[in-house]
């Protein structure tokens, strides 16, 4: 390998070497700039021949569009259809025509009106539906205030009443109480009286009191040896109860 | 390859400047005369022979003369070189389809100088055997390892000449240094083989 690298380095330098020295001979150099000279005028010369031949292919190419356009223009011309009579075509086709689209028209016009008429209704519906529920709340707000309103005069008057009925009750019941209490009242000063009336009659039947007092000894020791069946031969005593309250 | 690339000096500007003018004024006289010598040598290097190295000469500065034409040329030393390589390159690989094996159409009347008489015939057949080495190669391979190793372009000059990436050049490149050492090799062994029979 050290070898062959040697070897092409070798013939490289060799090969630079040789050219190294060398220099382009005078008849070269003449005939190169000769011939870059002929190609020089060659290629200045094809360049104006190109110029016409390319001038003058633009005016063919001219003239042949325009035969070319004109020869289309009278083909044209010659081949076109007759002109057509505009109203008798209008009269040939317009019966079939009417038959044709007549049917449908009704047809359309009668659906357009349906839609139409769809269209109104709901709108009638919806702004009567409108109107009679906003009466309907009106007619129900004013018969509530009005309720209200006589709700509140019986109440009034059924509490005015009331008021009356217990202002009567009381009046009565107060009545009552008076005359009760002026009742009572008079019990008491009658009773005072009779009471101050014992009283006297007390303090007087009391100057006997020893007298009456033996007595009832008298009496009790009579009723303490009396036996019950000795009762109905034991004649009657005149036994004096003396009352409670004795009469004014 | 020193005409390619930058313009390093003041002097080589104002030239290139020059010629550029003189390019676009189509005064190709000048430029023959400028680019004339570089050329010759990139053709008669690779072909060794006169007839073909100035049909070569010629054909290059046609073909720039029409790419000139045709499109703007930045770099018209570096167009000449590929084209006189190119070329060279393809009269190169007709020779070696025509007379593979002949010997004839070498031109020997150019040896090194000052060397003896067998350093001559080794340099000459050494350098022969390349040529022909050159013309057993593929065409982008070939015209790459002459642009790099005959012309010393680098590789983003001979990237942009022969309109190629980088990576391809350096691929090219070691393809054909392979390829040229095999073929090196080979010949070497069979000469070895033909004097030690002879």
Not at chain 2, 1 to 7: C, D, H, K, L, R
Not at chain 2, 27 to 52: C, F, I, K, M, S
Not at chain 2, 142 to 165: G, H, P
């Amino acid at each position: 390998m050290r070898q062959d690298r040697d070897i092409l380095g070798e013939a490289v330098a060799r090969l630079k070497q040789e050219g190294s020295s060398q220099q382009a001979p005078k008849t070269v150099l003449d005939e190169t700039v000769r011939r870059l000279a002929d190609v020089k005028s060659d290629d200045v010369g094809r360049r104006q021949a190109r110029r016409v031949v390319i001038r003058r292919t633009w005016i063919r190419f001219a003239v042949a569009a325009a035969a070319l356009i004109a020869l289309g223009c009278v083909i044209g011309r010659l081949s076109r259809p007759a002109p057509l009579n505009l109203q008798e075509l209008h009269q040939a086709l317009a019966p079939s025509v009417a038959a044709s689209i007549e049917p449908a028209i009704r047809a359309r016009i009668v659906e357009d009106l349906q839609h139409r008429y769809q269209l109104a209704l709901a709108a009638t519906y919806v702004k009567v539906k409108e109107e009679l529920t906003e009466q309907y709340l009106d007619e129900l707000n004013r018969f509530a205030v009005q309720f209200l309103a006589a709700s509140n005069a019986t109440t009034n008057r059924l509490l005015t009443q009331l008021v009356e009925s217990i202002d009567t009750a009381q009046a009565e019941e107060l009545g009552r109480v008076a005359k009760a209490i002026y009742q009572i009242e008079q019990n008491r000063i009658q009773d005072r009286a009779q009471l101050a009336a014992g009283l006297q009659t007390l303090a007087s039947r009391t100057r006997n009191a020893e007298t009456e007092l033996s007595r009832t000894q008298q009496l009790v020791q009579l009723l303490a040896d009396v036996h019950p069946e000795d009762a109905d031969t034991q004649p009657d005593l005149p036994i004096e109860i003396p009352s409670e309250r004795s009469d004014p | 390859m020193a005409e390619s690339g930058i313009p390093r000096t003041r002097h080589e500007f104002k030239r290139r400047k020059k010629v550029r003018t003189l390019l676009e004024a189509h005064d190709w006289q000048v430029v023959v005369e400028e680019y004339g010598p570089l050329v010759w040598q990139t053709a008669y290097r690779l072909l060794a022979n006169h007839a073909d190295a100035a049909d070569c000469f010629q054909e290059t500065f046609l073909a720039a003369l029409e790419l000139a034409r045709r499109q703007h040329v930045r770099n018209l030393p570096g167009l000449l070189v590929r084209l006189a390589t190119t070329r060279a390159i393809d009269r190169l690989r007709q020779r070696a389809r025509r007379d593979r094996h002949e010997m004839g159409a070498y031109d020997c009347e150019r040896r090194a100088d000052g060397a003896g008489p067998v350093d001559r015939i080794e340099a000459g057949d050494l350098a022969w055997r390349l040529r022909e080495a050159i013309g057993q190669l593929p065409s982008q391979e070939a015209k790459v390892f002459c642009l790099r190793y005959l012309n010393e372009m680098s590789y983003r000059q001979i990237a942009r000449e022969l309109r190629i990436r980088v990576n391809a050049v350096g691929v090219s490149l070691h393809r054909a240094k392979a390829r040229l050492r095999e073929i090196l090799a080979a010949t070497d062994v069979k000469n070895e083989v033909s004097h030690e029979t002879g």
